[in-house]
């Protein structure tokens, strides 16, 4: 066995979590930036088809697993990672976090190099509770989104694991295909196992309706933690779709086209930064789930490309806006305007990176936006709303890049080119500089030469014997798009920037159904006492009732209640109702 596959990543990256957390700050971040960097030469040498296969809880399980998804995965992870830590150290963060931040990272390593479902579900859970106490640590409001963030991604956890249960059940087997010993057929088996994983798998993604703990967390930590959260949950979520719909499925690709409009506009809505970025994510993670549910070659690796584009200019864009927050002390952008003069390199890296979502020509998410849009227009039916020669998934896409355009103008417009800023204030530090120039250069170097970001992808776009439609990415057409849905956006925010100005906090679903848990919890909580203490009284009383008869039953007959006798009949009912309480009583201890 090659020394590359004998340790798993996971193990690595744990033991450097809790070594990080117990050096002096400076050697500790050291040291945390470089593994994860290493893990990027790491994931490129190993060899596809490599696997660890032991035993776990009794069930044959796969702690390593390298194919060209996997692989694609460790090296964007390792990248952000070492990044990540790096401008953590320059943002004051302390080694605790770090720490924090980096078991998170080695969970989603674990994660996306599982080769079995049990594994990744082991791992998917444990970032589900990293990822909380990454939250959890900056204390204040993070708490309370913390919790939130916690019940969210259990409730999603606990779906999951039925379906891989379900799915158990129909193959006998929690092995991936891929590897020996898997069943034939990839992916999750169809049904309720299939229903049940999506909607599990959706809680991580930012389905429509399950969303809103996104909004919610990421804007509450330190701004350092915020630039890991922004990474690794959703795009370990894109991974898990895709091995569960390796095919496609028509209702997961609409609701990415549904979640690319649905996460622009509410992020248009927002004043505050990093819950403006945060609704982004929704929107560009819709890009992804729908790439993985179109289903074919092209589709497919116009989502993982668009996986590896946009952890990087995500990335970018949370560091740009936490030095905002660092200098500045606000999060508001209406407290904010004219930054550019006072903070020339972080509006310089913003802008690459607003230029960079949005899809412009010249910047990589233009490259990986277009292959998914082509897989939508020639490898994807109609679907039920054609729009001339747009079809329904399309338009849909085309939409959410008009929105995210009309965001990002509306992020830079009054964060850093809108009137004068009040007063004076340092632009990013050294390290913070390093950390966001590294990143900008890198979404620009993967606009200007797509070839090298195609050498990455499952599937070689180029190729006729691989993917459907051969895609190109600077053809006519494809800059005359990107430039239509720029000079789109920027009539769309012109138009909407007076009545947006005006807008207070615009509700989201959390606003129905936080009350409702915390109301219809306190109202079960509240019903099973009071119904227990009614079972209480009713035994106690019948208890009475019984011992008086069999006691003393003379006394009981005789006995006067102004000129009414007891009659014997009220001993058989309190025996009666004894025997109902003791019954309900069991009942309901059973059911608890």
Sequence with gaps: MSALTTVPPVVVLLALAVAV?????????????????????WALAVPEGAHLQTQFLGFDAVLLNVDPFSRLMGIIFGLIAAVAVLYSYASEADTTQTGYALSYVATSFGAVFAGDWLTLLFFWELMAVTSTLLV????????????????????????????????????????????????????????????????????????????????????????????????????????????????????????????????????????DMRRLLSYHIQSQVGYMVAGVGIGTSLAQAGAFAHVFNHILYKGLLFMTAGVVVYRTGTESLKKLGGLWREMPVTAGAFSVAALSIAGFPGFNGFVSKGIIISGSHYTFGKGPLPLGEFYTLEWMLLLGGVGTFMSFIKFGYYAFFHGEYEGSVPDANRL???????????????????????????????????????????????????????????????????????????????????????????????????????????VVGATAVVTRTVTAPNDVIERRHGDDLVHPMRAGIGLSILILAVFVTVALLALS
């Design 136 to 271: 959890w640590h900056y204390g204040g409001k993070a708490v309370r989104a913390g919790f939130r963030y916690a019940l969210l991604h259990g409730l999603g956890g606990t779906l999951l694991m039925a379906a891989i249960l379900r799915h158990y059940v129909e193959v006998g087997t929690f092995l991936f295909s891929s590897v020996p010993g898997g069943p034939e057929t990839a992916g999750i088996t169809s049904g309720l196992a299939a229903a049940l994983a999506a909607i599990g798998i959706g809680v991580n993604v930012g389905f429509i309706g399950l969303h809103a703990w996104l909004p919610d967390t990421y804007p509450r930590p330190h701004i350092a933690a915020s630039v890991f959260l922004c990474v690794f949950t959703t795009k370990t979520g894109v991974y898990g779709m895709y091995r569960a719909f390796p095919n496609g499925h028509e209702a997961i690709a609409y609701m990415g086209g549904g979640m690319a409009i649905f996460g622009a506009l509410f992020a248009l809505f927002q004043n």
């Design 21 to 41: 957390s117990r050096l002096p700050r400076r050697a500790g971040h050291a040291v945390g930036a470089l593994v994860p960097a290493l893990a990027v030469p």
């Design 432 to 538: 913070q500089s390093v950390a966001m120039v590294t990143v900008a250069a890198l979404c620009i170097f993967y606009g200007v030469s797509d070839a090298s970001l195609f050498a990455l992808l499952p599937f070689d776009v180029t190729s006729e014997a691989v993917v459907d439609h051969v895609y190109e990415t600077y053809t006519v057409a494809h800059i005359v798009e990107g430039v239509v849905l720029a000079v789109l956006g920027l009539i769309g925010f012109a138009a909407t920037k007076k009545p947006l100005s005006k807008l207070g906090r615009v509700p989201d679903i959390d606003r129905l159904y936080n009350p409702a848990v915390f109301y219809g919890s306190r109202a079960l909580v509240v019903g099973v006492t009071e119904l227990y203490a009614a079972v209480d009284r009713a």
